[in-house]
């Protein structure tokens, strides 16, 4: 079982890392890297949705962890010359103290009360960032400088973004390895005995906190290692957009995130990837048919869930012995 | 500050209106309607096709947006609630589900009506001028007098009709009010179709004031939310409150907070945050909904 599941990992590391740049270059379409750069760091805000579901609440409001930790990173890499790459766990770690504050109370509140609140915290996100000083209003924080090197001891890690030849494949292969990083995490998380206890939560809360399971600091866990995820996505899009505007991650994008969870699958952990995947690439797709995307694409989605309400990976063949409601 | 209270009153009577119909939809279905916003955009729009390009009476456009907001309603439910509802696991589905319709409406208004803001000329001229303490267009204040009737009516029906009885019954318990021989599904539909037509008839009033556009619909139902949250989500009661305490709580901050630049709703907000974790269901809300 073991071997298989390696197996699996060293295939998909090599499509995404091997194939995916090689039939790239073989087609010649480069645009195909934003796209996939894009898909890739927003599976991992979906990921950190997908925990907060993993615990039994919905939650709307990644854009807004996003927004806050693609602002500490803009903030931090333009106006102290830190460098990029250490921005990255700051904006992680802010979003996750930041959460933690919002956290405590409204993680009292359940079901469609929670998803209501985070819906708002999106919008008070784009307010406060239109409203602090820090964050230079509407006009947003522009012209951030590409990341620098990373070197640890004297050996470079990571190249200086700004001499390389070929900065959309670098960011992409960025991109893909922290998601590979991340998902490896909450693979990890789900699969732990804090995992465990978040699908006793998920299940009945009163029950498991009879049993002795502290809710309360489960909840704020699961809720502040969500938002961690959101803060990296958010940060690392400041690098590769090179600017951030309070209108860089909105209500649709806090809707759009939880859409990728709903149709991957609730149940599983690679499901926001998936959802992410399709969403993201049926929206590109059907840039082709001009003022008719939005009806086709929502038209799909909705028959998309008429058809297969509990996700993708719900479908017959991804699940022979999983039968998990 | 007479003005003030005159403005979050009328501020108020609308919201309540746009409140009560998402909170009706989710007390009978447990659903909550992402697309109420969008609901009241195409009602909107609408109003203004029938009043601005068919050059028929206003009350006539309100009458269609109405009837057009209630069918698709209905037709939501029984064709996309109602299946998704009984076929998936968790109950959560609908938000996705509703977050599509959100996104569908969308692509209709832009593809009938297009992206350009539009608005129905004043269907009444003239300023009431209190000795300069209150001073406010007559046009507003009818539609205020307007959504104001239209809540005394709506509590009316669920009050005393046969249909609003069976509503409530079903809000409070889905079970029982089957045994006791509510038809469900039916009922289910007429609420659903109730809800959207209110979202249509506050659509089709603010046309006439603020005018609308596409972008509009979220906006909209964020505030809806906040409503509802404030007031206890599924309690008709609750929504009336919320609606009124938000609409008072903008006018007053948008006058009060105007000094230190666009905070309003942020204020709102972090009061909201607090208030919620004192009483997370709401003013009159049941414990977890």
Same mark, same amino acid.
């Given at each position: 079982?073991?071997?298989?599941?390696?197996?699996?990992?060293?295939?998909?590391?090599?499509?995404?890392?091997?194939?995916?740049?090689?039939?790239?270059?073989?087609?010649?379409?480069?645009?195909?890297?934003?796209?996939?750069?894009?898909?890739?760091?927003?599976?991992?805000?979906?990921?950190?949705?997908?925990?907060?579901?993993?615990?039994?609440?919905?939650?709307?409001?990644?854009?807004?962890?996003?927004?806050?930790?693609?602002?500490?990173?803009?903030?931090?890499?333009?106006?102290?010359?830190?460098?990029?790459?250490?921005?990255?766990?700051?904006?992680?770690?802010?979003?996750?103290?930041?959460?933690?504050?919002?956290?405590?109370?409204?993680?009292?509140?359940?079901?469609?009360?929670?998803?209501?609140?985070?819906?708002?915290?999106?919008?008070?996100?784009?307010?406060?960032?239109?409203?602090?000083?820090?964050?230079?209003?509407?006009?947003?924080?522009?012209?951030?400088?590409?990341?620098?090197?990373?070197?640890?001891?004297?050996?470079?890690?990571?190249?200086?973004?700004?001499?390389?030849?070929?900065?959309?494949?670098?960011?992409?292969?960025?991109?893909?390895?922290?998601?590979?990083?991340?998902?490896?995490?909450?693979?990890?998380?789900?699969?732990?005995?804090?995992?465990?206890?978040?699908?006793?939560?998920?299940?009945?809360?009163?029950?498991?906190?009879?049993?002795?399971?502290?809710?309360?600091?489960?909840?704020?866990?699961?809720?502040?290692?969500?938002?961690?995820?959101?803060?990296?996505?958010?940060?690392?899009?400041?690098?590769?957009?090179?600017?951030?505007?309070?209108?860089?991650?909105?209500?649709?994008?806090?809707?759009?995130?939880?859409?990728?969870?709903?149709?991957?699958?609730?149940?599983?952990?690679?499901?926001?990837?998936?959802?992410?995947?399709?969403?993201?690439?049926?929206?590109?797709?059907?840039?082709?048919?001009?003022?008719?995307?939005?009806?086709?694409?929502?038209?799909?989605?909705?028959?998309?869930?008429?058809?297969?309400?509990?996700?993708?990976?719900?479908?017959?063949?991804?699940?022979?012995?999983?039968?998990?409601? | 500050?007479?003005?003030?209270?005159?403005? $979050? #009153?009328?501020?108020? +009577?609308?919201?309540?209106?746009? =409140?009560?119909? @998402?909170?009706? %939809?989710?007390? /009978?279905?447990?659903?909550?309607?992402?697309?109420?916003?969008?609901?009241?955009?195409?009602?909107?729009?609408?109003?203004?096709?029938?009043?601005?390009?068919? $050059? #028929?009476?206003?009350? +006539?456009?309100?009458?269609?947006? =109405?009837?057009? @907001?209630?069918? %698709?309603?209905? /037709?939501?439910?029984?064709?996309?609630?109602?299946?998704?509802?009984?076929?998936?696991?968790?109950?959560?589905?609908?938000?996705?589900?509703?977050?599509?319709?959100?996104?569908?409406?969308? +692509?209709?208004?832009?593809?009938?009506?297009?992206?350009?803001?539009?608005?129905?000329?004043?269907?009444?001229?003239?300023?009431?001028?209190?000795?300069?303490?209150?001073?406010?267009?007559?046009?507003?204040?009818?539609?205020?007098?307007?959504?104001?009737?239209?809540?005394?009516?709506?509590?009316?029906?669920?009050?005393?009709?046969?249909?609003?009885?069976?509503?409530?019954?079903?809000?409070?318990?889905?079970?029982?009010?089957?045994?006791?021989?509510?038809?469900?599904?039916?009922?289910?539909?007429?609420?659903?179709?109730?809800?959207?037509?209110?979202?249509?008839?506050?659509?089709?009033?603010?046309?006439?004031?603020?005018?609308?556009?596409?972008?509009?619909?979220?906006?909209?139902?964020?505030?809806?939310?906040?409503?509802?949250?404030?007031?206890?989500?599924?309690?008709?009661?609750?929504?009336?409150?919320?609606?009124?305490?938000?609409?008072?709580?903008?006018?007053?901050?948008?006058?009060?907070?105007?000094?230190?630049?666009?905070?309003?709703?942020?204020?709102?907000?972090?009061?909201?945050?607090?208030?919620?974790?004192?009483?997370?269901?709401?003013?009159?809300?049941?414990?977890?909904?």
């Amino acid at each position: 079982m073991n071997i298989k599941k390696l197996f699996g990992v060293i295939l998909f590391l090599l499509l995404v890392l091997v194939v995916v740049p090689w039939l790239i270059a073989k087609s010649g379409r480069w645009d195909f890297y934003y796209t996939l750069t894009s898909v890739s760091l927003l599976s991992i805000a979906s990921a950190g949705v997908w925990l907060t579901f993993y615990i039994g609440r919905i939650n709307i409001g990644q854009g807004a962890y996003a927004l806050a930790g693609g602002y500490v990173a803009a903030v931090l890499v333009s106006k102290y010359g830190i460098n990029f790459w250490l921005t990255i766990p700051l904006a992680g770690l802010f979003c996750a103290a930041l959460s933690v504050l919002i956290g405590l109370p409204i993680l009292r509140l359940r079901g469609v009360y929670f998803a209501m609140v985070t819906l708002v915290l999106t919008e008070v996100m784009r307010l406060a960032a239109l409203a602090l000083p820090v964050t230079n209003g509407a006009k947003g924080i522009t012209s951030i400088p590409l990341p620098q090197e990373l070197s640890v001891f004297g050996f470079t890690v990571i190249p200086d973004f700004s001499t390389l030849a070929n900065t959309k494949l670098a960011f992409y292969l960025t991109s893909v390895v922290l998601m590979v990083i991340c998902y490896f995490v909450l693979w990890r998380i789900v699969n732990s005995r804090l995992g465990h206890l978040c699908r006793s939560l998920q299940q009945n809360e009163e029950l498991s906190a009879s049993i002795g399971v502290n809710t309360a600091y489960l909840r704020v866990i699961a809720y502040s290692i969500s938002s961690f995820f959101g803060g990296v996505a958010g940060s690392m899009f400041v690098a590769i957009s090179q600017s951030i505007y309070p209108s860089s991650f909105q209500v649709t994008d806090s809707v759009n995130f939880m859409l990728n969870c709903f149709l991957g699958g609730l149940g599983y952990v690679f499901g926001p990837m998936l959802g992410t995947l399709v969403l993201y690439f049926g929206w590109d797709l059907l840039f082709t048919a001009g003022r008719y995307q939005l009806l086709i694409y929502s038209t799909l989605l909705i028959a998309l869930i008429l058809l297969l309400p509990n996700g993708i990976l719900s479908m017959g063949i991804f699940n022979r012995k999983k039968t998990r409601s | 500050m007479e003005q003030i209270l005159a403005n $979050g #009153l009328y501020l108020g +009577a609308q919201y309540a209106l746009i =409140a009560l119909g @998402l909170t009706l %939809i989710f007390s /009978l279905m447990n659903v909550l309607n992402f697309a109420h916003g969008q609901m009241y955009v195409f009602g909107g729009f609408v109003t203004y096709t029938v009043v601005v390009q068919w $050059g #028929l009476p206003f009350i +006539a456009g309100l009458f269609v947006s =109405a009837f057009i @907001l209630a069918v %698709i309603g209905a /037709l939501i439910e029984r064709f996309l609630f109602r299946p998704v509802i009984r076929k998936s696991h968790r109950e959560e589905s609908t938000m996705l589900l509703a977050a599509g319709i959100a996104f569908f409406l969308d +692509a209709v208004i832009l593809l009938i009506f297009g992206e350009k803001q539009r608005g129905v000329p004043k269907i009444m001229d003239g300023v009431l001028n209190w000795d300069f303490r209150i001073i406010m267009p007559y046009d507003r204040i009818l539609i205020g007098v307007l959504a104001i009737g239209m809540i005394v009516a709506f509590i009316l029906f669920m009050q005393y009709s046969k249909a609003g009885r069976a509503m409530r019954a079903l809000a409070q318990d889905r079970v029982a009010a089957q045994l006791m021989g509510v038809e469900v599904d039916r009922y289910s539909m007429i609420g659903f179709a109730l809800g959207a037509m209110l979202a249509g008839l506050v659509g089709g009033l603010l046309v006439t004031i603020t005018g609308i556009n596409l972008g509009m619909g979220g906006p909209t139902s964020i505030k809806a939310f906040m409503m509802i949250m404030i007031g206890g989500a599924g309690v008709i009661s609750g929504a009336i409150a919320g609606g009124f305490i938000l609409g008072m709580m903008e006018s007053i901050g948008l006058t009060v907070l105007a000094i230190y630049g666009d905070i309003t709703y942020l204020v709102i907000f972090a009061s909201l945050m607090i208030f919620l974790a004192i009483r997370p269901q709401g003013l009159m809300g049941k414990p977890w909904g």
